[in-house]
């Protein structure tokens, strides 16, 4: 059995008639006859199957069935305005999907990414903070459109790579470098650089144990600069809490990483235009 589909006009109708307790107040505000208004109404009423109004020479009043309707009525005029709301700007402002590691998603990216949106006002701009892997596997599925990850040196294609400058870090206020084991503050398995920090060690015969784990680039500074062990960082996130750690410290250099920009062959104008201001600002320091 088929139900009765509400016309949206005919609600409309049926909700102005409530609103203005009458037929000719509600024709008046939308424009129309109150012959016509009152066609609407006793259609919908036909829809329904009940009475939507008590009728009387001085008032309309809703019936019972008519209160119980007048809520999902204005529910249903409310959320056609909204879809039309949302559609009327959907051919205007293009979604522009980015995908960013935290350590990039701060401080001179985000301005430039401000002036970007300033520049391109009918472009929606969609950024997405999260650890490397994440946002490849996000870029992948297609749900990115241009993403800046961290990859082995020389690992898949790319539009633009460069060098990552990775140094040791230790607490300048309470330092661990001399601790055994050696205690390392990480990303979590499969993070970056967790891998290489565990490999060097154990080659040069160090002993360590992980103490503190997290995916968070602000908790992983933290942790080392409070005094909780050494980590492995990009040279551009080292603060004035920590303390670099030099080679004849005994910890080996360690230059696996890259940085990589990607977006599709066939990406629009306006990716290719927020891929080359990302290149510029990566070329230039991050």
């Known amino acids: 059995m088929n139900s009765p589909l509400f016309d949206l006009d005919l609600l409309r109708a049926f909700v102005v008639v409530a609103d203005c307790q009458g037929f000719t107040a509600a024709a008046a505000r939308l424009h129309s006859t109150q012959s016509t208004v009152s066609q609407k109404v006793l259609r919908l009423e036909d829809l329904a199957g009940h009475r939507l109004f008590e009728r009387s020479h001085r008032q309309v009043r809703l019936t019972e069935a008519g209160e119980q309707l007048i809520g999902y009525a204005r529910r249903m005029l409310a959320l056609n ?23 990039f998603a701060a401080g001179r990216t985000t301005r430039m990414l401000a002036d970007f949106a300033r520049a391109h006002g009918d472009v929606k701009l969609e950024v997405t903070s999260g650890l490397s892997r994440d946002l490849r596997a996000l870029y992948e599925r297609g749900e990115l459109d241009v993403v800046v990850v961290k990859q082995r040196r020389s690992t898949g294609d790319a539009v633009k790579r460069w060098a990552e400058t990775l140094c040791w870090i230790d ?25 290489d ?49 030099k080679p004849k410290d005994g910890l080996p250099a360690i230059e696996t990483m890259e940085i990589a920009l990607h977006h599709r062959p066939e990406a629009s104008p306006l990716v290719i235009a927020l891929a080359s201001d990302l290149a510029k600002l990566i070329g230039e320091g991050g």
């Open 171 to 195: 607490s300048a206020a309470y330092p661990t470098l001399d601790a055994e084991p050696l205690p390392l503050v990480v990303f979590p398995p499969r993070g970056l650089y967790r891998d």
């Open 197 to 245: 920090m565990v490999a060097a060690l154990e080659a040069g015969g160090r002993r360590w144990r992980i103490s503190y784990t997290s995916s968070s680039l602000a908790s992983i500074q933290a942790a080392v600069a409070d005094g909780l062990g050494v980590s492995l960082l990009p040279s551009r996130v080292v603060n004035d809490r920590h303390r670099i750690v």
């Open 81 to 103: 305005a909204e879809a039309q709301e949302l559609l009327s700007g959907a051919s205007v402002a293009a979604a522009l999907r980015l995908g960013l590691p935290e350590d």
